[in-house]
């Protein structure tokens, strides 16, 4: 059953880790272990590490929307004092691939090379030279010249679907999606229903329809996409490089460079900020492998900020059309969920994200019919990719904003609509049919998420009117629900080794990006042996000396690679009694671990520090060095649920707005560090904030940017913030580790929609299209002022 989180999270930590026989610091504040460094500059990030000896790197650009290289000529490019190699399209792998960060073969086509003949984006490499000096790189890159057969470009998705559109992937390629179409630019397509959507409708009081677009934005993390690439003395391909996935990456660069995986290591130094931008093996990898591979030398790539915004990856812009019928209690009796997706160049995660577009929204409202039909579509823009939320954020505002649409029809309030709806343990979660997922949810706290969110900005008293009539307050709610890693396809490793000093050392392949993975494995695997955070070391950051992890994506960090942790701490932990027990003459059974301590069945007790120290002494027997493993692979992805309330003020006579309040109220099932939740619970709704209010990546008509840098970009400060409440409303997720679900994306989905609610509770207005701007209002508030 759920609990709210009273603030003490001893009290909350104790009375589960009792019913678990386990001690903290499950359920305890810990500072993150990597926090000191973070805060005093001693953490190194990719390009901290000094690379004097390194060939500086750049790469040449396409100015055009869509084009093919009808040749490229070098020559001056390779006569420049300096340079090193020079790549075009002619010097590298000709096999397509998929950038996209899941495991070989990925649900993606294999569309693009290291270096395309025929650019489909402006800003997509085109040519790649390594020098002495960065001068050198730049007059290089000046100096090539191409000469380009433009061809037309097409930016909008369902333009591109069109008779009359050019056709961006006219090659075969491997791997084509669910009801692929290239010929018309369709990447995949679905339809998946559960019950008769039709009769769903025709049972209805009320059948409302909406249509809600969505924008691309940029991840925006501070450390641009970097990679220091060579191959080191035993002729092994080396990548130090911001990355998520680095066995995944590993296994890709390996793949497309035809080389063992034995024969590529991938190190993941600190990493400024992922949120799925660095989910892929990114172009900057492949060139940077390429150019070591030629010269034999290492090589620096760094994207500058301007190079980031218009090359990497973005949020997939979507339309989602939504129809709903429903009856005058408020019972919905079927939902239709229609979206069209804005891929861009590449389809690498346009199936993928496509699927989370509606499944996981339309899970929160379990009615007997509902249909989700769409499609994926390429487009000449920059390709779309992971990033937090990946494809919920879309659907949520879709749906959440109809929402309250549908409660206006019947005139039932928005909150009672939802709390009459709202999914509950034991229904079943609106999953693909492909997905071997466990469907009946076992711990669902939304709806308790809900009335605490209520409770905490005071929804039934509705927003205190301001004093002039100028300015109007609203109120608007939105619920979520996320995932627990993709099921089916994640897995995670780990190893725990005891030292002789009584510590441990785990060694687990997910990264850290700044989300606390490290923190939270290091209070996983301590709370089975009753030790502090301080005893125990987590290395993550090498591929070489990690197990195989899928990597820090989908929420799946907390519940796959905690579960590997979790049992390779207790395989360890058995092991421990094992040997203990054989010293002793006693059963296993009968040796406990609490407190740091192996205790025996006649009182007495060593401190494990004394225990390792004496296994490997070899002073009761042999030498000794325990080590315990764990991994985890599994069809489920339990649930995060979240309740969002955004409270707004709109002046009637400019259209300007200001969120006033954001409250987040958030199920992640057992908290394990619950600074750690809140932090990324924050950070989640800054993300949906910015997405709501400001954030965009505008092209002129050929496809190019319409903005620099970061002067340009519209991202969210902190004296912008609204104030910005968080509840933890824990429940016990039956299958994770210490009852823990994911908590890293559910907080996102909301805001958009929250907001949205909110502006047309103060003044009517309803905004369908993000991100929603003073003009929007403005316009909005003049038509109806003009009818």
């Not at 390194?54 to 001056?76: F, G, M, N, Q, W």
């Not at 030790?531 to 929420?555: C, F, M, Q, R």
């Not at 360890?572 to 406990?592: F, H």
């Not at 042999?622 to 707004?648: D, E, I, N, Y």
Request: with cysteine.
């Amino acid at each position: 059953m759920p609990r709210s989180d009273t603030g003490d999270p001893e009290t909350a930590a104790k009375s589960t880790s009792e019913a678990r026989g386990d001690d903290a610091p499950v359920g305890e504040s810990v500072e993150k272990v990597d926090g000191w460094g973070l805060v005093t500059g001693k953490a190194r990030y990719t390009d901290d590490v000094p690379t004097d000896d390194a060939l500086a790197a750049k790469v040449l650009r396409s100015p055009h929307a869509h084009a093919r290289v009808r040749s490229i000529d070098t020559e001056a490019a390779e006569a420049i004092a300096g340079v090193k190699a020079v790549l075009t399209h002619e010097d590298v792998p000709e096999d397509r691939f998929t950038r996209t960060g899941f495991p070989y073969p990925a649900p993606a086509p294999f569309d693009e090379r290291v270096l395309n003949e025929t650019v489909r984006f402006v800003g997509e490499p085109v040519a790649a030279v390594a020098a002495r000096t960065a001068e050198a790189a730049a007059a290089a890159v000046d100096a090539i010249e191409v000469d380009y057969e433009p061809y037309d470009h097409v930016l909008d998705a369902h333009e591109a679907m069109g008779a009359d559109a050019p056709t961006l992937h006219p090659e075969p390629y491997e791997n084509p999606q669910e009801n692929a179409a290239p010929e018309r630019n369709v990447v995949c397509e679905t339809r998946h229903e559960e019950g008769n959507v039709e009769r769903g409708f025709e049972a209805a009081d009320e059948v409302v329809e909406g249509e809600y677009e969505t924008q691309a934005v940029h991840h925006l993390p501070m450390e641009t996409n970097t990679t220091i690439a060579w191959v080191d003395d035993r002729r092994r391909l080396v990548l130090r490089t911001t990355t998520q996935v680095s066995h995944i990456c590993r296994d890709k660069i390996a793949r497309v460079f035809g080389l063992n995986r034995t024969d590529v290591r991938v190190v993941k130094p600190r990493v400024g900020g992922g949120f799925g931008v660095r989910q892929d093996t990114l172009p900057n990898q492949f060139i940077g492998a390429a150019l070591a591979l030629e010269t034999g030398e290492k090589v620096r790539l760094k994207n500058d900020r301007k190079e980031d915004l218009h090359g990497a990856q973005t949020r997939h812009a979507q339309t989602v059309r939504v129809k709903t019928g429903v009856r005058e209690d408020g019972t919905l009796t079927a939902m239709h969920v229609d979206v069209t997706s804005n891929t861009g160049a590449y389809g690498c995660h346009a199936s993928a994200v496509l699927m989370n577009a509606a499944h996981e929204p339309l899970s929160v409202y379990p009615c007997e019919n509902r249909l989700f039909t769409g499609r994926a579509v390429y487009t000449n823009v920059t390709p779309g990719g992971a990033m937090r939320g990946y494809g919920a954020v879309q659907g949520t505002f879709g749906i959440e904003s109809h929402l309250d649409e549908v409660a206006a029809a019947i005139g039932m309030d928005p909150v009672e609509l939802r709390r009459r709806n709202a999914v509950e343990e034991g229904d079943e979660s609106f999953e693909p049919e492909y997905s071997e997922s466990k469907r009946t949810l076992e711990s669902v706290g939304v709806k308790e998420c809900l009335e605490r969110a209520c409770e905490t900005l005071g929804w039934a008293d509705g927003p205190e009117e301001p004093a002039d009539d100028r300015y109007q307050r609203g109120y608007g709610v939105a619920l979520a629900m996320a995932k627990s890693g993709v099921p089916s396809s994640e897995f995670s490793r780990c190893n725990i080794t005891l030292e002789d000093d009584g510590t441990l050392t785990v060694r687990v392949g997910v990264g850290d990006t700044g989300q606390g993975s490290e923190t939270v494995m290091g209070q996983i695997a301590a709370s089975v042996f009753g030790l502090g955070i301080e005893s125990v070391h987590v290395k993550a950051d090498d591929t070489d000396a990690t197990p195989w992890d899928n990597g820090a994506y989908a929420s799946s960090t907390t519940y796959i690679s905690g579960n590997a942790t979790e049992k390779a701490a207790r395989d360890l932990a058995a092991k421990v009694r094992d040997l203990a027990a054989e010293w002793r003459g006693v059963a296993p059974d009968d040796v406990e671990l609490a407190d740091g301590e192996v205790r025996f069945p006649d009182g007495e007790s060593m401190a494990l520090e004394r225990f390792a120290s004496e296994a490997f002494q070899g002073i009761h027997g042999p030498k000794r060095r325990l080590t315990g493993t764990g991994k985890h692979h599994t069809a489920l992805s339990p649930k995060p649920f979240a309740a969002q309330l955004a409270a707004v003020e709109v002046d009637t006579e400019t259209g300007e707005f200001e969120v006033r309040r954001l409250v987040n109220a958030v199920d992640c099932g057992r908290a394990i560090n619950p600074a750690g939740a809140r932090g990324q619970v924050i950070g989640g709704a800054v993300m949906g904030l910015g997405q709501t209010v400001s954030e965009d990546l505008p092209l002129d008509d050929r496809g190019a940017p319409e903005f620099r840098g970061l002067r340009d970009y519209e991202v969210m400060h902190a004296p912008e913030l609204p104030d910005i409440d968080t509840e933890l409303v824990e429940t016990d997720e039956p299958t994770g580790p210490f009852g823990a679900k994911s908590v890293g994306e559910v907080s996102i989905l909301g805001p958009p929609a929250a907001i949205a609610n909110a502006i047309h509770d103060a003044v009517g207005v309803r905004a369908t299209e993000l991100p929603i701007t003073p003009e929007t209002v403005w316009t909005a508030l003049q038509e109806g002022r003009d009818r």
